[in-house]
T-cell receptor, first 116, second 115 residues
């Protein structure tokens, strides 16, 4: 049973460019979450999916951010027209809910974004 | 709305001494409570959770936490700290009755265990 994986681990981009991150959850986990963590802070919720449906989005998720989980497996998070304020660690987590399973969220290693 | 407070930015402890990391929470209904640990440039690693039942929860690596409903606290403890326990610790909460499962995290407490 492999853990949550994220790609890339690090991304450096120039202001105004678009970036896309990928998250592969633990297999058969039906929920997938995206969080953002800035230096010295705890993670903040961005959005989550139940299978392929995006069920909740935080107000932190501006129009420049879009997330997809097209087949209910991996997910992508795209940021358009990046700004320096987007510099952060982007964390993905997955969980299994339903039946006897409670939703412990297991996190990936994160993608650290630096916008110059 | 749900929130978590970790009142100490940093906790220093000598190796072999007891370790306590404090956490208080606020939710409208019943809480699910979690502790995670983060090592440098790594994601969060799950330590333990309180869902229901016994107020004393045991987790990974010898850690435990005590749920106290009247004080709305969920302090993390370890009887004998190791140098390798030095890391950033996060407490998180979500409301049991909430439709979504988003976690709200505290600001984190850095633990430094000195040899």
């Amino acid at each position: 049973d492999t853990g949550v994986s994220q790609d890339p681990r690090h991304k450096i981009t120039k202001r105004g460019q678009n970036v896309t991150f990928r998250c592969d959850p633990i297999s058969e986990h039906n929920r997938l979450y995206w969080y953002r963590q800035t230096l010295g802070q705890g993670p903040e919720f961005l959005t989550y999916f139940q299978n392929e449906a995006q069920l909740e989005k935080s107000r932190l998720l501006s129009d420049r951010f879009s997330a997809e989980r097209p087949k209910g497996s991996f997910s992508t998070l795209e940021i358009q027209r990046t700004e320096q304020g987007d510099s952060a660690m982007y964390l993905c987590a997955s969980s299994l809910v339903g039946g006897a399973y409670t939703d412990t969220q297991y996190f990936g290693p994160g993608t650290r974004l630096t916008v110059l | 709305a749900q929130s978590v407070a970790q009142p100490e930015d940093q906790v220093n402890v000598a190796e072999g001494n007891p370790l306590t990391v404090k956490c208080t929470y606020s939710v409208s209904g019943n809480p699910y409570l979690f502790w995670y640990v983060q090592y440098p440039n790594r994601g969060l690693q799950f330590l333990l959770k309180y869902i229901t039942g016994d107020n004393l929860v045991k987790g990974s690596y010898g850690f435990e936490a005590e749920f106290n409903k009247s004080q709305t606290s969920f302090h993390l403890k370890k009887p004998s700290a190791l140098v390798s326990d030095s890391a950033l610790y996060f407490c998180a909460v979500r409301e049991k009755e909430a439709a979504g499962n988003k976690l709200t995290f505290g600001g984190g407490t850095r633990v430094l265990v000195k040899p």
